[in-house]
């Protein structure tokens, strides 16, 4: 019987040329996409039915433990099963169902079944990777074997083919090689030894606890010198030593706990110094851990990644430390005690301060000032002064800028967020940065010609095809060979430095507006003496009126107002000169200053007045009149006569140097009055006080001095500071500045420079010979008696007679 026949209508051919084939198209998307939607759902009740039954399962207990027991365990258990089917009502089963249910027990796949899994119980293949995983989780207790050594012979040939021979030989082993190394790649591991624990219910006495702890001591000294020269001697073999090491600060010995962790703690950062390469390490990609590298290159990576992470964890340890101490928080009780920790954590902070500076290359370095810049605030000074004299070493010898770029971020963060109220030696490291000196070598490095390469217009008219390629390969080389002779570009260099001065000036410039009367104005004042020449033009307007609306307040020192005064002629003598400023008020507070001082505290004081003057005469003479130069010079003439001798020394050179910048300041070694009126000497104005109409005669009181060198330049200056002739000074005292000669002839620990001759002894080795006696008749007298042999009595009456006859 034929099927039946559809009653939908086919389309005829027609029809089929009559429709467009995009509709054809959509029919066939619309097809494939219910068969999608079909198979989509069909998916997603599969998916729920699986979660459903693992949910079931997850919430069944385990029929069977993945451990065994032990045997008494075993009976136990066993005993109680059978207690309990006995305890089973029976009368309820019936025969059948009871050996039914025995002949199941006995099949192991009933038991041993894992219901969490829905596949099937045969499905071997299926559950090949299932079967791995529970075989790992079955603890291994393996039986220990003998070794056998397989000795090959020779082969024989039979007719089935060549058959090889051997025979095994057993490798007895002996009991010291089970003792040995777990690594083969180490010749020697170095286990700590273990120091010689007391019976235990017997009390020490006090000194058999000394002794005690002395062998330990000396036992965990012998362990750290080994691991650390293991770790020298071949880091890249060794580098499972640090991790035994860095166990050792986890000493839990109450007794030398303190002690064995400040040894490890000094002994790791020398080890980390010693091995750390001189480049940052860092992470691998994804790409480059696939990649397949050579033998020296994995090891080379597993190295550096070991050497990462136990220095990160170094690094943790020590901070950890230093955290504790600063929280009192009692960490290990029963090894180290509260007092205690603050001995620890001032030898994290010192090998924290070791590492900063030894190895601002290598990694975590952000890490380690994130960590110390808050302690160059702690109130104990002598942790304060560890870290600030740390980064003062680190901003000297950062040649680049990143590290002091770094730096002088978290200082300023760290000064916002204590509203201003940290110690001015915080701010007074700042002064160490090497700004100054790299800008004055980008200079002389900008003043350098470059070199010039062709364009292609020049290279096209001058050159041929083959030339102008051979040219291109050579420029090309020349630059690369530029590259590697720099070590850092100078444009990376400005860039660093720009972005670390604009901080330190936002620092000082919010101090300056917002806390003026704080214990940090001092120091910013400093600070912006040091670095004025680098201020932007944009600034000085705003600055200027700032220092002296400061000065005239009256409310600073007078080293307060000295730095200001040094800041304000630092800026008229470099860029600012280009201002039409005459700072006449700031000269007037100098010269009302200079009798204040003394050869008390204020004597330090007189470096700053002697930059001040290098610039306001010296640098600005164009800009100063005659009358003022020579009340400075009267004023500092008689200032020195009060002060200690490098002050003395240090006045008297700026005099000769303002005396060589006005000539006609010679006006003051002469006795006669140049003009009308009298030298007023109270009157603190220089331009009136009429200093032509006196004469330096603290010169000639200077010329007894005791000091050597004052006597030299007190003779100098009074015979008008001559370039040649008997009154020259040295070639060691003329090239020197007024600063330099401050510094070279400071009393330092209470000695004199240069040296005092010690005086001649007065006394007489021996006694002259000859008559040492006016009378001659006594000296003969004397004679005699010295003459006489020793028995001889002396008879004084018939001198006595003698003597009264002749009267």
């Known amino acids: 019987m034929a099927p039946p026949r559809s009653k939908k209508r086919r389309p005829s051919f027609r029809r089929l040329m009559k429709t467009s084939g995009v509709k054809?198209?959509?029919?066939?998307?619309?097809?494939?996409?219910?068969?999608?939607?079909?198979?989509?759902?069909?998916?997603?009740?599969q998916r729920r039915l699986r979660q459903a039954v693992k949910g079931v399962a997850a919430g069944m207990p385990r029929p069977l433990e993945t451990y065994r027991k032990r045997p008494e365990e075993e009976r136990q258990q066993q005993e109680q099963e059978e207690e309990f089917l006995e305890s089973l009502p029976t009368d309820m089963m019936e025969d059948d169902d009871l050996q039914q249910m025995t002949a199941m027990a006995?099949?192991?796949?009933?038991?041993?079944?894992?219901?969490?899994?829905?596949?099937?119980?045969?499905?071997?293949?299926?559950?090949?990777?299932?079967?791995?995983?529970?075989?790992?989780?079955?603890?291994?207790?393996?039986?220990?074997?003998?070794?056998?050594?397989?000795?090959?012979?020779?082969?024989?040939?039979d007719k089935r083919g060549v058959v090889p021979q051997s025979i095994e030989k057993v490798v007895e082993k002996?009991?010291?090689?089970?003792?040995?190394?777990?690594?083969?790649?180490?010749?020697?591991?170095?286990?700590?030894?273990?120091?010689?624990?007391?019976?235990?219910?017997?009390?020490?006495?006090?000194?058999q606890r000394e002794e005690l702890r002395a062998v330990t001591i000396s036992q965990r000294k012998l362990t750290i010198g080994a691991l650390g020269s293991a770790i020298i001697s071949d880091p890249f073999s060794h580098m499972k030593r640090v991790k035994e090491l860095r166990g050792m600060l986890m000493e839990t010995d109450p007794s030398v706990a303190v002690t064995v962790r400040k040894l490890v703690m000094v002994s790791?950062?020398?080890?980390?110094?010693?091995?750390?390469?001189?480049?940052?390490?860092?992470?691998?990609?994804?790409?480059?851990?696939?990649?397949?590298?050579?033998?020296?290159?994995?090891?080379?990576?597993?190295?550096?990644?070991?050497?990462?992470?136990?220095?990160?964890?170094?690094?943790?340890?020590l901070e950890q430390t230093v955290r504790d101490w600063k929280q009192q928080k009692k960490k290990r009780r029963q090894a180290v005690g509260l007092r205690s920790y603050g001995g620890l954590a001032e030898v994290a902070v010192r090998c924290l301060c070791e590492l900063l500076v030894a190895l601002p290359h290598f990694n975590f370095h952000n890490n380690i000032i994130v960590i110390l810049v808050p302690l160059m605030n702690d109130p104990a000074s002598q942790v304060s002064g560890m870290c600030c004299d740390a980064f003062r070493k680190l901003f000297q010898q950062d040649k680049v800028g990143g590290a002091s770029l770094a730096t002088v971020r978290v200082i300023s963060g760290l000064v916002k967020s204590l509203n201003y109220n940290v110690r001015p030696e915080v701010l007074r490291t700042l002064l160490a940065l090497r700004i100054r000196e790299v800008e004055v070598k980008k200079d002389l490095e900008a003043a350098a010609p470059k070199k010039k390469f062709m364009n292609l217009k020049e290279k096209k008219k001058n050159l041929s095809r083959m030339q102008r390629k051979w040219k291109k390969a050579e420029e090309q080389l020349e630059k690369e060979l530029l590259e590697a002779e720099a070590s850092e570009s100078k444009e990376k260099k400005i860039k660093l430095h720009t972005e670390t001065l604009n901080i330190v000036f936002l620092v000082y410039f919010r101090i300056l507006k917002k806390a003026q009367k704080s214990v940090l104005l001092p120091a910013v004042l400093e600070g912006l003496a040091n670095f004025a020449h680098l201020i932007n033009l944009e600034f000085f307007d705003d600055l200027l009126n700032v220092l002296q609306n400061l000065i005239q307040s009256g409310d600073l020192t007078n080293k307060e107002s000295l730095y200001c005064i040094q800041t304000v002629f630092t800026i008229l003598s470099g860029q600012g000169d280009v201002l039409?400023?005459?700072?006449?008020?700031?000269?007037?507070?100098?010269?009302?200053?200079?009798?204040?001082?003394?050869?008390?505290s204020p004597n330090d004081d007189i470096i700053i007045v002697l930059r001040c003057l290098d610039a306001m005469l010296t640098r600005r003479r164009k800009q100063v009149s005659l009358q003022r130069a020579m009340a400075f010079v009267k004023r500092l003439s008689t200032l020195s006569l009060h002060v200690l001798p490098n002050a003395s020394v240090g006045i008297l050179a700026a005099t000769r140097a303002a005396m060589h910048s006005f000539p006609k300041c010679d006006f003051l070694l002469d006795n006669e009055i140049q003009g009308s009126g009298f030298y007023l000497q109270e009157l603190n104005e220089p331009e009136h006080c009429n200093a032509q109409n006196t004469a330096l005669w603290e010169l000639h009181t200077l010329q007894r001095h005791y000091h050597p060198v004052v006597r030299r330049f007190a003779v100098h200056l009074s015979r008008g500071a001559p370039s040649d002739g008997s009154a020259a000074l040295s070639v060691d005292l003329s090239r020197r500045s007024p600063v330099e000669l401050f510094d070279d002839y400071r009393v330092?620990?209470?000695?004199?420079?240069?040296?005092?001759?010690?005086?001649?002894?007065?006394?007489?080795?021996h006694f002259v010979g000859g008559a040492t006696l006016l009378d001659p008749e006594l000296q003969r007298r004397f004679e005699s008696v010295l003459a006489s042999p020793e028995d001889t009595q002396l008879d004084f009456t018939a001198t006595h007679t003698h003597t009264a006859a002749q009267h």
Do not use: W
């Not at 596949?119 to 079955?138: I, M, T």
């Not at 700072?583 to 003394?598: D, K, V």
């Open 24 to 45: 054809l198209d959509n029919k066939m998307k619309n097809r494939q996409m219910k068969q999608q939607n079909v198979a989509k759902k069909q998916r997603k009740q």
């Open 106 to 157: 006995r099949h192991a796949s009933f038991v041993t079944r894992d219901l969490s899994s829905c596949g099937p119980v045969h499905g071997g293949k299926r559950r090949s990777s299932e079967v791995v995983r529970s075989y790992e989780k079955v603890p291994r207790k393996m039986a220990r074997t003998e070794e056998k050594e397989v000795i090959h012979l020779l082969p024989i040939k």
């Open 174 to 207: 002996r009991p010291d090689e089970d003792e040995e190394d777990e690594d083969p790649a180490d010749g020697h591991e170095v286990e700590p030894p273990r120091g010689a624990e007391p019976p235990r219910g017997v009390e020490l006495t006090a000194e």
């Open 268 to 317: 790791l950062t020398e080890v980390f110094k010693d091995i750390a390469p001189s480049y940052r390490i860092r992470p691998l990609t994804a790409e480059e851990k696939a990649a397949k590298v050579k033998k020296e290159t994995q090891h080379l990576r597993e190295f550096e990644e070991g050497l990462v992470s136990q220095y990160k964890f170094y690094l943790e340890d």
């Open 580 to 600: 039409n400023i005459d700072p006449l008020t700031f000269y007037s507070q100098l010269y009302t200053m200079l009798p204040a001082l003394h050869a008390g």
């Open 748 to 765: 330092k620990d209470m000695t004199f420079n240069p040296p005092v001759a010690p005086p001649g002894s007065k006394k007489k080795d």
